[in-house]
């Protein structure tokens, strides 16, 4: 099929969860890409004799080496370092800082073109190195984090207000941490801002929840991380900026003085396309919201400054 190239970086279960839901949507073909030896190669061949039954003309190729991703498109990088039960997203930051680094610099010089959809933890972190190693204009280097929050966010919503999860919209922005901002006051279901519809105490209790959705995850895997709203969420990217929709969505970007933030990767709504990012989108968020998105900026910036570049 003639489409843009999009190569998968880390063949794990957010990486092979995004490139069926690339093949399966017919978005693009895929090169997935991981170091373990036969495994990108064995998940590519399982799921294009899965061709025949969903019916998609997409196809993917698995491979160890970055020769196949020449002159990719775009790539979504998942490789590294899931949480266990008691971990931090902080706590895979030196390890996962040397895989992500690796990589985008075997992608940037191979690609240069790309626009890069980082998903790999402690998320913040690994998009403002990714976007330092790879020295691609910031617009191009875009992390994948408040998707995922404000789903989980618009679900917990459904479930307090028994309605569909498809008619709620959610916002949460800041890092994706303890310290993430789920924005109430910007969130709303069946059209209806949701600090009319719930009491206040029930949206503190949601807000926490939404805070604590990964490790809630985590704690039941027990070996390992959230896979499939995950890969949904970077999926949502990827089509926007494949199609050049201009859809807007909470994502982790660069912020160059915008709510007041410098030279900081946060999660903030952006509208995205085939550029990356089109346009930062403002919100008037409340103050009690906008002091806590710059406390969770302020966090991103100090565990930046512990990596050595
Ligand atoms: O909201 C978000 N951004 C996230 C982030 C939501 C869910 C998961 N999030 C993070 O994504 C998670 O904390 C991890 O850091 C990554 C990947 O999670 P996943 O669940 O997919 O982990 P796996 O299944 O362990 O897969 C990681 C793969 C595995 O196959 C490794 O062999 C591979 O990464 N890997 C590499 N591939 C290529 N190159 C190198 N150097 C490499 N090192 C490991």
């Known amino acids: 099929m003639n489409c843009p190239k999009v190569t998968v970086v880390g063949a794990g279960f957010v990486g092979a969860g995004v490139a069926q839901r690339l093949?399966?949507?017919?978005?693009?073909?895929?090169?997935?890409?991981?170091?373990?030896?036969?495994?990108p190669q064995g998940k590519a061949l399982d799921m294009m004799e899965s061709a025949p039954i969903e019916g998609f003309s997409t196809a993917i190729t698995g491979s160890n080496s970055y020769d196949e991703t020449k002159?990719?498109?775009?790539?979504v990088i998942t490789a590294g370092l899931a949480r266990k039960p008691g971990m931090s997203r902080d706590d895979l930051q030196?390890?996962?800082a040397e895989i992500v680094g690796g990589i985008v610099q075997e992608i940037a010089s191979r690609s240069p073109k790309a626009i890069l959809i980082i998903v790999t933890n402690p998320l913040d972190v690994m998009s403002y190195l990714a976007w330092k190693k790879s020295g691609f204009d910031s617009k191009r280097v875009i992390g994948m984090a408040g998707v995922l929050d404000s789903a989980r966010y618009a679900y917990f919503i459904s479930l307090e207000l028994k309605v569909p999860p498809k008619e709620v919209e959610a916002m949460v922005l800041g890092g994706h941490g303890d310290l993430m901002v789920p924005a109430p006051e910007f969130s709303k279901a069946k059209g209806k801002p949701i600090t009319e519809l719930i009491p206040k105490e029930k949206i503190e209790a949601m807000n926490q929840r939404a805070r604590d959705g990964g490790i809630e995850i985590v704690n039941l895997l027990k070996t390992g991380s959230a896979y499939y709203a995950p890969s949904s969420s970077a999926v949502a990217m990827a089509e926007a900026i494949l199609k050049d929709?201009?859809?807007i969505l909470p994502c982790c970007v660069l912020l160059k003085g915008e709510y007041g933030?410098?030279?900081t990767y946060c999660?903030?709504?952006v509208s995205l396309g085939r550029e990356g990012v089109k346009k930062v989108i403002e919100l008037k968020l409340s103050q009690e919201s906008l002091n806590a998105l710059k406390r969770s900026a302020e966090h991103v910036r100090e565990q930046c400054a512990k990596l050595s570049l």
């Open 23 to 39: 093949l399966e949507k017919e978005l693009t073909n895929v090169v997935l890409v991981d170091v373990v030896e036969g495994m």
């Open 71 to 75: 002159n990719s498109d775009l790539v």
């Open 94 to 96: 030196a390890k996962n």
């Open 245 to 247: 929709t201009g859809r």
């Open 261 to 263: 933030i410098q030279d």
């Open 267 to 269: 999660g903030v709504p």
